[in-house]
């Protein structure tokens, strides 16, 4: 999908009711019509997912694949540049939560923010996870299957299977554990 003009009539001219159809028909997902989604093909779901309104899906050049029975709360904000956002299946996410597939480079004095370029790291959110409200996962994260990330948390670094984190930045606290 390299040609422009292409990319502005999908982005801006395609009615959003006729995207939600879209995406409602060919994943048997539940995307409420107040979402904003990008129509595109990099953009997957899982039979059963639900993504909630006010929510806002977009790529640039990467693919978001969010798994079956999954859900996307109100708020929150999915996007990825060159590389994959992938969400598991049975993964919940709470409102207002951020997971960024890219960032802007900034290091450099010598030249504007703008012209730095900006880098790009996938996001890998496994199996079971549950994600908490408010928080903010950054480039280049995976985040083990089962684990459990806490409210207003920003998670920078990899989250182990299973884990407990919270904080800023969220670090491990504890880890789930069998019925015994």
Same mark, same amino acid.
């Given at each position: 999908m390299n040609n422009p003009i292409k990319r502005i009539f999908q982005r801006y001219l395609v009615p959003r009711f006729i995207i939600t159809l879209y995406y409602i028909i060919r994943y048997r997902c539940l995307v409420s019509n107040q979402t904003r989604?990008?129509?595109?093909? @990099?953009? @997957?779901?899982?039979k059963?997912?639900?993504?909630k309104p006010y929510a806002v899906i977009q790529t640039q050049g990467g693919r978001i694949a969010i798994g079956r029975q999954s859900a996307v709360s109100s708020f929150d904000h999915i @996007?990825?540049?060159i590389k994959d956002v992938i969400i598991g299946d049975y993964v919940r996410i709470a409102p207002n939560v951020t997971i960024l597939g890219g960032s802007r480079n900034f290091q450099r004095r010598d030249m504007r923010i703008m012209d730095q370029g900006s880098s790009h790291e996938g996001v890998i959110i496994g199996?079971?996870?549950?994600i908490g409200?408010?928080?903010?996962?950054?480039?280049g994260c995976h985040i083990g299957e089962g684990a459990v990330i806490g409210a207003g948390s920003v998670v920078n670094?990899?989250?182990?299977?299973?884990?407990?984190?919270?904080?800023?930045p969220a670090?491990?606290?504890g880890e789930r554990k069998d019925k015994g």
């Open positions: 989604i990008q129509l595109s093909g @990099s953009i @997957s779901f899982g059963g997912a639900v993504v @996007s990825t540049g199996d079971d996870v549950l409200a408010n928080v903010v996962i950054l480039p670094q990899d989250i182990p299977p299973y884990a407990i984190a919270a904080g800023v670090k491990v606290v």
